[in-house]
């Protein structure tokens, strides 16, 4: 169904990026391990080749890491104070949802963390940049990757002739609202958030039952985990399916919804082109 | 007898009150209204995928488990022989999560039942095997603390070791039990073992009445024991087996109804048996319904309101049978 | 009329006949107490005439199907079990199992029995007591009762006056004779030998699994039996009053 994607613009742009990231500053850390799945992955794009000495053993999972390909470059950490201790970094990237214990054992022994926090808006995505350039003593890349991010997003988030009404629903009717990176990803693509209707602006428990009675147009549920659990039986209750004008788009959230990256862009596009085959009737 | 009409009666105006309780804030006509109306509106699909199924089942449920309860301490002649209290919901349970675990229910969906009816056999063969003919009050709870805590640990670990990452949070449904977002897929996998299960307990009512005189004037009164006790073991596999396939262990029930009935019936285990069913019924109803109006948002689970309500009851005629046990 | 034959009866306990060769026969109008030492096998010889349990030799009882026999024969074991806080009249009801139809309610006839047996058992004042409630003479009697209303030409009664006062114990033992002079025959296991030779019509003598006396009680309750089978010696005379036998010494 999604094979009619138009192939990104971002990702050859990102590449060529990384290769002029070798520029770099004298005083820039030379030994860097990242113990965070979205600290990862923006060092892997902002970073000088041999800059990065280990990345999350999370980065290389395809389900969870939108850059799983290129982390296979690199070997990779439990995330535990002493292993990372080991590795003889001079400086360690960490999410401010990292242990804190962690974090602490690993300042008190003298290293250098630097803590990023999730994103929780598209706007959030470029100040992790700046951030993740300063602390790589790569400011200039940083700089031309956000320029490249806000013209591509600006191209994606047009407004619409028409706003359709959209849902995004999880395991255990966990829902996202407007004041979640999820839900800014729907709202860019040209969606409303039923949340907001639900009175959620941001993550909550939205009963079966309401979700119903909300009736949006659309659907849109998270990955298909592995392996079976009761909790995400809600998501094939027979009702869902019940509503004729609601369509179930599936699991489509994924990768590249969960960390503030550039590559939100892609998660923005295949909304989009959701959206605009609403519109055709496809 | 007027027990029966009043039973129906509370029954049929619990199942109403379940159709209308839920978290959508809808009045009551427009409820019904859309209910039979059917029209393909948000709130007929509410109602008829949700709601109604969710009543179903929990009139369903509570109409097996008291049945089953009933039956049990007829049979071995306790007021304390309970389906959840000797380990058959918690083998069921654990049929149940082998079944999906594996795989094997999505490949063929009367797995399910059939597992958690495969094990539930096994668990009451092994209480008759070790409470014997007349199960004796403190070998029959022991007999279920051991099956209890063999299957929940057995349950944990399948769950624990499930790649999915909700599969640990599972646990708590399937030792509490939950009718939330049932659907009428659950509703028909369950019916058909419910059914026979129901029609071969409510068969035992002659033999049970004939055993209070004990088993050998029982024999002698022309029932054949081996053939009771069969229909007993599959009728009691197949009700709590279905029932907690699709609703997690519901413990209590088959405790407290009889126990309340009891004297309304005169003890007649035999009348105790419809009359266990339609409290069961009941009973389940309004812990439904309760969960849904004390806690809306949080998903109660219903074994914790049945505990709340059936431990203190469970501890009192422990505390009567002492003797008994001593 | 034979009610009940037994040809070479015999139940093993392992190796060891707890029951040896036992064959009589039971006619109409016969009220026999079946007398012996405890451990002689009276509770095994009854319950495998009944096809209680799996013995060699032939029982006609044992091999009819369930339901005839048990509108056959009625059996009132020792254990005096009552699992349920029923109603004394609807525990004697119970009596009533074999003879209802599948699924049917007390019928004309089956209220006739239980209110026979009530009668006979001079249970009315305690009717609609709880059965569990009661002492365990009274219980005795409401299971007497209830074997009663089954309406059997044959009652198998496991020591049903133990435990009884002396009045209800001889008022009981009159009823079990009564039956026997309307032609229905009863089997009763007891100790009182007194109560035996006064009310019995006949007397079935056990020893060690084998029957050693059968007949009349001054037939079998000879001083040379006594001695010999209970290790007593024993006071019988028929009197005006009817026979009276009283166990005196004990002579081993």
Excluded at chain 1, 130 to 156: D, K, P, S
Excluded at chain 1, 223 to 234: H, K, L, S
Excluded at chain 3, 211 to 223: C, H, I, Q, R, Y
Aim: aromatic share 4%; hydrophobic share 50%; charged share 15%.
């Amino acid at each position: 169904m999604w094979g009619c994607v138009r192939p990104s613009r971002i990702i050859p742009l990102l590449a060529a990026l990384v290769l002029t990231g070798a520029a770099a500053v004298a005083e820039a850390p030379q030994r860097v391990v990242s113990v965070n799945l979205c600290t990862d992955q923006l060092a892997l794009l902002l970073a000088a080749p041999g800059q990065i000495v280990s990345l999350s053993r999370l980065s290389q999972d395809a389900e969870s890491s939108s850059m799983a390909e290129a982390a296979r470059a690199y070997p990779t950490n439990g995330s535990g104070a002493e292993e990372v201790y080991l590795l003889n970094p001079d400086l360690v990237l960490a999410g401010t949802f990292t242990a804190p214990t962690t974090v602490q054992m690993l300042r008190d022994l003298g290293i250098r963390v630097e803590l990023f926090a999730p994103a929780r808006s598209l706007a959030d995505v470029p100040d992790r940049i700046a951030q993740m350039g300063a602390v790589l003593g790569h400011e200039a890349e940083a700089e031309a990757m956000i320029g490249a991010f806000r013209a591509e997003l600006a191209r994606l988030s047009t407004a619409p002739d028409r706003r359709p009404r959209a849902a995004l629903y999880y395991v255990n009717s966990y829902t996202l609202g407007d004041r979640t990176l999820a839900g800014d990803i729907l709202r860019a693509a040209g969606f409303d958030n039923v949340a907001a209707e639900a009175g959620l602006e941001q993550g909550g428990t939205l009963a079966l039952e309401h979700l119903i009675l909300l009736a949006p147009e659309v659907i849109v549920s998270g990955r298909d985990y592995p392996g079976q659990a009761r909790a995400e039986e809600v998501l094939s209750h027979p009702a869902l399916r019940a509503l004729p004008g609601t369509r179930v788009a599936g699991t489509l959230t994924d990768r590249d919804w969960i960390c503030g990256t550039p590559l939100v862009l892609a998660a923005v596009e295949k909304m989009r082109a959701l959206r605009l085959s609403l519109e055709t009737g496809e | 007898m007027r027990l029966a009409p009043g039973l129906v009666l509370l029954v049929a105006v619990l199942f109403v009150l379940s159709l209308l309780s839920g978290q959508a804030p809808v009045g009551a006509g427009q409820s019904l209204t859309a209910l039979i109306a059917g029209d393909g509106t948000p709130l007929a699909v509410v109602m008829r995928e949700i709601r109604l199924p969710r009543a179903l089942l929990a009139a369903m449920i509570g109409a097996v488990l008291g049945l089953s309860g009933a039956a049990m301490q007829g049979y071995l002649r306790n007021p304390l022989a309970e389906p959840g209290l000797i380990g058959v919901s918690g083998a069921s349970a654990l049929g149940a999560v082998l079944a999906i675990q594996t795989g094997l229910s999505l490949m063929f969906p009367l797995a399910l039942p059939l597992a958690a009816l495969g094990m539930a056999v096994l668990a009451v063969l092994l209480i008759l095997a070790l409470a014997g003919p007349r199960g004796a009050s403190i070998t029959l709870i022991l007999a279920g603390i051991a099956i209890s805590a063999l299957a929940g640990a057995l349950t944990s670990l399948v769950l624990n070791l499930s790649p999915n990452p909700f599969a640990a949070a599972d646990i708590v449904f399937w030792m509490m039990g939950s009718l939330a977002d049932r659907s009428f897929t659950h509703v028909w996998l369950a019916a058909p073992f419910m059914a026979v299960g129901a029609l071969l307990l409510a068969s035992l009512g002659r033999g049970l009445d004939a055993l209070t005189l004990g088993e050998d004037a029982a024999e002698a009164l022309g029932i054949g024991l081996s053939g009771l006790r069969l229909r007993l073991i599959l009728g009691t596999a197949a009700c709590v087996g279905a029932a907690t396939a699709v609703a997690g262990a519901i413990g209590f029930v088959g405790l407290v109804v009889p126990h309340l009935l009891r004297p309304a019936v005169g003890a007649r285990p035999s009348s105790l048996l419809w009359a266990s069913a339609l409290g069961g019924a009941a009973m389940v109803l309004a812990a439904d319904i309760a969960v849904r109006e004390l806690l809306p948002a949080r998903d109660l689970k219903l074994g914790v309101l049945m505990a709340l309500v059936g431990a203190p009851l469970f501890l009192h005629l422990i505390y009567k049978t002492r003797k008994e046990m001593a | 009329m034979s009610l009940m034959t037994l040809r070479d009866l015999t139940v093993r306990r392992g190796e060891c006949p707890v029951v040896d060769h036992v064959t009589l026969s039971v006619g109409g109008g016969e009220c026999i107490g079946l007398i012996g030492p405890n451990g002689a096998g009276k509770t095994t010889l009854l319950r495998a005439a009944l096809g209680l349990l799996p013995a060699s030799g032939e029982s006609t009882l044992a091999t009819l199907p369930a339901l005839e026999r048990a509108r056959a024969a009625a059996w009132m074991p020792q254990a005096r079990e009552i699992a349920w806080p029923v109603t004394v009249e609807r525990l004697i009801a119970l009596g009533r199992i074999p003879h209802l139809p599948r699924g049917a309610r007390l019928r004309e006839q089956d209220r006739a029995a239980v209110e026979a047996a009530i009668a006979r058992m001079g249970l009315d004042s305690y009717r609609a007591r709880t059965a569990t409630q009661l002492s365990g003479g009274e219980q005795a009697r409401v299971l007497i009762a209830r074997a009663l209303a089954q309406e059997t030409p044959l009652l198998l009664a496991d020591e049903p006056i133990a435990g009884l006062d002396p009045a209800h114990q001889i008022a009981t033992m009159e009823v079990f004779a009564a039956l026997a002079r309307e032609g229905r025959s009863v089997i009763v296991s007891l100790h009182d030998l007194g109560l035996a030779a006064r009310h019995c019509t006949r007397l079935l003598m056990m020893v060690r699994g084998q029957l050693t006396a059968d007949g009349p009680p001054g037939a079998v309750l000879t001083p040379q039996n006594v001695d010999r089978v209970f290790g007593v010696s024993a006071f019988y005379e028929d009197t005006a009053q009817g026979p009276v036998f009283q166990p005196m010494q004990v002579t081993r």
